[in-house]
Antibody
Framework: QVQLQESGPGLVKPSETLSLTCSVS????????WTWIRQPPGKGLEWIGY???????RYSPSLKSRVAISVDTSKNQFSLTVTSVTAADAAVYYC?????????????WGQGTLVTVSS | EIVLTQFPGTLSLSPGDRATLSCRAS???????LAWYQQRPGQAPRLLIY???SRATGIPDRFSGSGSGTDFTLTISRLEPEDFAVYYC????????FGQGTKLEIK
């Protein structure tokens, strides 16, 4: 069973950079699309973007100027950075793996990590 | 960006009932690239349906998806107690976006 685990600071100051890592266990990071999705408390899901194991990426148009997703195949990890955060970036951040052959169908999810934005 | 609108916002039904959840797209979803997810409180979403009508691995056959173009439906034929949750549709034909969710609650 594929397992994903998000890690990173739970508290980020406004205007600073949010950085999260997703560690993948049981299985290789190769040959799949890997994504980040977030959910503000009490609200719906927002797609942030994905990365293919080869390094190609695609981002949400509304976040594109502030986000970057990278992959480290040697560590079986991929990461998210969001720059210039505001209160609107406070959310539970999920990492997920795409169904084989699909960019946008998410079969396996991490448990999520809550990020608070506050000074 | 394709906007997905789900309705109703809340659906109140009893175990054993049939549930019909709708998702309407602001423009046609290419190749019917439409998925449905279930989210229980405090949990990550769970993939139910992709390609508008294909059930994901391990999903009971009481869950079914249908539709094409701009109008899609998730049907739960006979509600079990564990089915009461929030359901999201998602399109992945043009970038990706989620609907705002339908809460399925016990009547």
């Amino acid at each position: 069973q594929v397992q994903l685990q998000e890690s990173g600071p739970g508290l980020v100051k406004p205007s600073e950079t949010l950085s999260l890592t997703c560690s993948v266990s049981v299985g290789s990071i190769s040959s799949y699309y890997w994504t980040w999705i977030r959910q503000p408390p009490g609200k719906g899901l927002e797609w942030i973007g994905y990365i293919y194991y080869s390094g190609s990426t695609r981002y949400s148009p509304s976040l594109k100027s502030r986000v970057a997703i990278s992959v480290d195949t040697s560590k079986n990890q991929f990461s998210l950075t969001v720059t210039s955060v505001t209160a609107a970036d406070a959310a539970v951040y999920y990492c997920a793996r795409g169904l084989r052959g699909y960019t946008g169908v998410y079969e396996y999810w991490g448990q999520g990590t809550l990020v608070t934005v506050s000074s | 960006e394709i906007v997905l609108t789900q309705f109703p916002g809340t659906l109140s039904l009893s175990p054993g009932d049939r549930a019909t959840l709708s998702c309407r797209a602001s423009q046609s979803v290419s190749d019917n690239y439409l998925a449905w997810y279930q989210q229980r409180p405090g949990q990550a979403p769970r993939l139910l349906i992709y390609g508008a009508s294909s059930r994901a691995t391990g999903i009971p056959d009481r869950f079914s998806g249908s539709g094409s173009g701009t109008d899609f439906t998730l049907t739960i034929s006979r509600l079990e107690p564990e089915d009461f949750a929030v359901y999201y549709c998602q399109q992945y034909g043009s970038s990706s976006t989620f609907g705002q969710g339908t809460k399925l609650e016990i009547k």
